[in-house]
């Protein structure tokens, strides 16, 4: 069974359009992240989210929300795209934040 | 600030031969995890060593941690060309900061 599942792998769209990301994990943790891997492969952490709280990287526009319906699903929503958001976005998930994380498979978002 | 530098940023090898990683950070630590990533996929965490653990062994993979000079390194012993890849070292540093990762290391494994 696939612990960190994301919909969709890949993900080609227009500029201006608003998307959706799914992440599903059925590893009971409580903790749950967003990062972005750019072209460089670095990866940045967008949002981690624990229990309905959330802590959000400062440097990620506000164009990207996170929303947990619950405990299992952390979803990405991403309004207006831009070409810079060109990237491969992963979710992930761990027990607690300084624990080992999981990871889905990444979703290929291409802004044209 | 960025927490891990991994180095180097790439290394080519042959089958047979061993692979060393090294990461070094910045500020005081809770643990240092080593992920990998083969292309195109998610990272997968490989080991996890505490602040006060010296050294840790996991099958041909082994990571020493010297926190007086904030420092990792991670040997991949008898490579095989499976073991290409990138390699990321992150920091984790309270229960309610996330982990840092660093930029990684390429890893290519030449049959």
């Known amino acids: 069974d696939t612990a960190v599942s994301q919909t969709p792998k890949y993900l080609v769209t227009q500029m201006g359009n608003d998307k959706s990301i799914k992440c599903e994990q059925n590893l009971g943790h409580d903790t749950m992240y967003w990062y972005k891997q750019d072209s460089k492969k670095f990866l940045k952490i967008m949002f981690s989210?624990?229990?309905?709280?959330?802590?959000i990287n400062e440097t990620v526009p506000n164009r990207f929300s996170p929303k947990s319906p619950d405990k299992a699903h952390l979803n990405l929503h991403i309004n207006s795209l831009e070409l810079g958001d060109s990237a491969v976005y992963f979710c992930?998930?761990?027990?607690?934040?300084?624990?080992?994380?999981?990871f889905g498979p990444g979703t290929r978002l291409t802004v044209t | 600030s960025q927490q891990g530098e991994e180095d180097p940023q790439a290394l080519s090898i042959q089958e047979g031969e061993n692979a060393t990683m090294n990461c070094s950070y910045k500020?005081?630590?809770?643990?240092l995890q080593w992920y990998r990533q083969n292309s195109g996929r998610g990272l997968v965490h490989l080991i996890l060593i505490r602040s006060n653990e010296r050294e840790k062994h996991s099958g041909r993979l082994r990571v020493t941690l010297d926190t007086s000079k904030k420092s990792s390194s991670l040997l991949i012993t008898a490579s095989r060309a499976a073991d290409t890849a990138s390699y990321f070292c992150a920091t984790g540093i309270s229960g309610n900061t996330p982990l840092v990762f660093g930029k990684g290391t390429r890893l290519s494994v030449i049959a």
């Open positions: 500020t005081s630590i809770n643990n």
């Open positions: 992930a998930s761990s027990q607690d934040a300084a624990f080992e994380q999981y």
């Open positions: 989210y624990n229990n309905k709280e959330l802590i």
